[in-house]
């Protein structure tokens, strides 16, 4: 039997209220319960399963903070048949939705009193959206902020007006970006992430929290161990493959742990007990 309370085995139905183009392939969707304000009650890290009956459902990170207790976010990127579907949702439809999944990032623990490193790369930075927007919220608990966030281009960035208006402007925060390629209208950094942690040279005395693409996480976490960060330093998001939420489908078993469960944030030294198949 699984261990996940009964409720969020049920769907709610939420109500689609704002949708904001981010790029070309990502839109960011805002969801209420129909009587206003949040379906559940969630953890930053965690995920909730979309669904639209007789289209499919999937499991989507939470991008909105807890903090935020009139709305939940979700930035989905068109991929294959149910983003396409969510994509053409206008405002004022419905879905449903069912959650809280998986663990989420230690804020009230590891993190807490710590100076943090996060770096994403793409729509890697939608779960880490969430866990950055609660810390900002209780600025207090924690000490430096670094933010590497990296795209293919410019127009790829997720968020960019919230970051470049928000995170930017907001002192102990520090926002480093770049894109892969040379483009007209940018005059910022050029290169991959991972290249671009090793060259900003953080300090050691950080915890690292890593999202993006496999091969980006990859050489990320490479490159942090060059600088003399170690694995119990780093913590990441490993969503691939999750499926049903409540580890019966098998999809995302890796070794003796299934993402949906025991995921997906996992601290950097567990990977090492697990088999090298992501």
């Known amino acids: 039997m699984s261990n996940l309370p009964n409720e ?10 704002d949708v904001r183009i981010d790029t070309p392939d990502v839109k960011t969707f805002r969801v209420v319960a129909p ?7 969630h953890i930053p ?8 009956p007789g289209v499919g459902e999937a499991m989507f990170s939470i991008t909105s903070s807890p903090t935020n207790t009139d709305f939940m976010e979700f930035s989905i990127k068109k991929c294959g048949c149910l983003t396409s579907w969510l994509h053409m949702m206008e405002p004022g439809q419905q879905i449903t939705i ?10 009230e623990s590891d993190f807490k009193g710590k100076d943090l490193l996060f770096i994403a790369g793409g729509i890697g930075l939608a779960p880490l959206r969430s866990v950055i927007n609660y810390v900002r919220h209780y600025r207090s608990n924690y000490g430096k902020v670094d933010i590497v966030y990296g795209s293919r281009s410019k127009d ?12 930017c402007n907001e002192e102990g925060v520090n926002v480093y970006l770049t894109i892969d390629r040379e483009q007209e209208g940018w005059d910022g950094h050029v290169g991959f992430v991972p290249n671009y942690v090793k060259e900003l040279g953080f300090d050691t ?19 942090l161990q060059e600088l003399g960060f170690d694995k119990t330093q780093v913590f990441t ?42």
């Open 45 to 52: 890290g965690q995920c909730a399963m979309l669904s639209i």
């Open 8 to 17: 969020t085995l049920i769907p709610h139905i939420g109500v689609v209220t």
């Open 205 to 223: 005395n950080k915890t690292a929290i890593i999202c993006g693409p496999p091969i980006m996480i990859k050489f990320t976490l490479a490159g």
């Open 156 to 167: 790829d960035l997720v968020d960019y007006n919230e970051i470049l208006n928000e995170w």
């Open 98 to 107: 069912r959650g809280p999944y998986g663990n989420g990032f230690p804020v």
């Open 237 to 278: 998001t490993m969503e691939l493959k999750m499926k049903c939420g409540v580890g019966k489908c098998g999809r995302c078993n890796i070794g003796s742990k299934y993402v949906c469960k025991d995921g997906p944030v996992f601290r950097c030294d567990q990977l090492d007990e697990l088999p090298n198949e992501y």
């Open 35 to 41: 009587e206003g304000g949040v379906c559940f009650k």
